[in-house]
């Protein structure tokens, strides 16, 4: 557990859970998800000592829950958002056995990149001077942001133009842009992996045989995007919630408020590129799957068509062919010694003739991409 108090020009990190408000500023109480469950006693009587209030049960559950989807719900004194994160995997330990128990991310096929993505939620309790925070285990976004916390508090970073979070709910939307965000630095080899199958699929001289990957990727991406729908939906309901309040001390009075509503239409808009994307992705893989099968049409029909055209120049000579192998008594020329020769020329003028106007039709043509 790490707790982090946040305040104007200063951010101080303790590894105990206080039991008391500081003055000024505000607490961030980061844990992971066994880690909540094991200890959700004490944190229940330090939220009651400090907000005057407890997590209700059903989102103590919510918070615990690993499969749970993006939602935004509420009380009258604290909110609940659960956001679902799109980053690299990791499994989930124990605190007090080796060995995982849970799995931040469901089995999945297709790419690599795909089968690394975790989809892991991450609970959020945003009270009006404390966040509590419920993590996957090793979650990446947490020792990201907490590091850059630190170090935003710096002289030097503040110098740069690198504010402090002025509010829990702000701290918060932070924490769910840099989430949203480690999908987007994820979709360039996401992106090359899927150009790379499209290329197999459309290449005249390969063949595809990578069906069960191209299928699971599909079903990724499709799973992917009823993600990214929970996840606009939730905080679509938290933007509504938010334009209800009203300017108080804890969210900044009416300036900190609006920038909090400019926060969260600006986290909605970088969910949206990512639903975007990752439907642009399962178009592609759609439309690549059906470029090949077109292609491997047109290739069959170039074959019939060379196939049809060769039977049409032998039709004429096997006709030349049969009318000499007729059992009648008198068959011009043949009785003659230069017969054969005339006969043979014959069907070598006759298939001359055809292949010159087969090949001006372009029924021989050579095609550009075989």
């Known amino acids: 557990m790490r707790v982090f108090h946040v305040q104007s020009g200063a951010i101080a990190e303790s590894a105990s859970l206080p039991m008391t408000l500081p003055p000024k500023g505000f607490l961030w109480i980061a844990c992971g998800r066994r880690e909540f469950e094991l200890e959700h006693g004490n944190v229940q009587a330090a939220l009651q000592v400090m907000c005057g209030t407890t997590l209700v049960d059903l989102h103590v559950s919510d918070l615990i829950n690993n499969q749970l989807p993006s939602h935004y719900d509420y009380t009258s004194q604290y909110d609940i958002v659960v956001f679902r994160r799109l980053a690299a995997g990791h499994t989930e330990h124990d605190i007090e056995q080796n060995g995982p128990t849970h799995t931040g991310a469901q089995r999945r096929g297709g790419p690599p990149v795909l089968r690394r993505i975790d989809t892991s939620p991450v609970g959020f309790a945003v009270f ?3 966040l ?11 020792d990201q942001y907490s590091a850059r916390l630190l170090a935003s508090a710096s002289a030097a970073s503040r110098a740069a133009g690198l504010n402090l979070p002025i509010s829990p709910a702000d701290l918060m939307l932070r924490i769910i842009n840099q989430m949203v965000d480690g999908y987007l630095d994820l979709r360039r080899e996401l992106t090359r992996q899927l150009d790379h199958w499209q ?3 459309l290449h005249p001289k390969t063949r595809f ?3 069960s990957s191209l299928l699971d990727a599909r079903i990724s991406l499709h799973h992917l995007d009823e993600i990214c729908e929970d996840q606009r939906s939730a905080i679509q309901d938290w933007i509504e919630a938010v334009g209800g309040w009203e300017p108080n001390e804890a969210t900044g009075g009416q300036r900190g408020l609006e920038l909090l509503r400019v926060r969260s239409r600006d986290v909605l808009e970088h969910i949206e590129r990512v639903v975007h994307h990752v439907r642009r992705l399962e178009q592609n893989a759609e439309t690549a799957v059906q470029m090949h099968f077109s292609a491997q049409s047109n290739r069959t029909n170039d074959i019939m068509r060379t196939l ?3 039977t049409a120049i032998f039709l004429p000579l096997n006709l030349i062919a049969g009318i000499f192998g007729m059992n009648f008594d008198f068959i011009p020329l043949i009785h003659l010694e230069t017969g054969f020769w005339w006969a043979l020329g014959s069907m070598a003028l006759t298939t001359v003739a055809l292949v010159a106007v087969f090949w001006r039709k372009r029924y021989l043509a050579r095609s550009a991409g075989r």
């Open 128 to 130: 009006d001077r404390v």
């Open 132 to 142: 509590l925070t419920v993590h996957p285990a090793g979650c990446t976004v947490l």
């Open 199 to 201: 290329a197999e699929l």
């Open 209 to 211: 045989n990578n069906w």
């Open 308 to 310: 049809t055209a060769l």
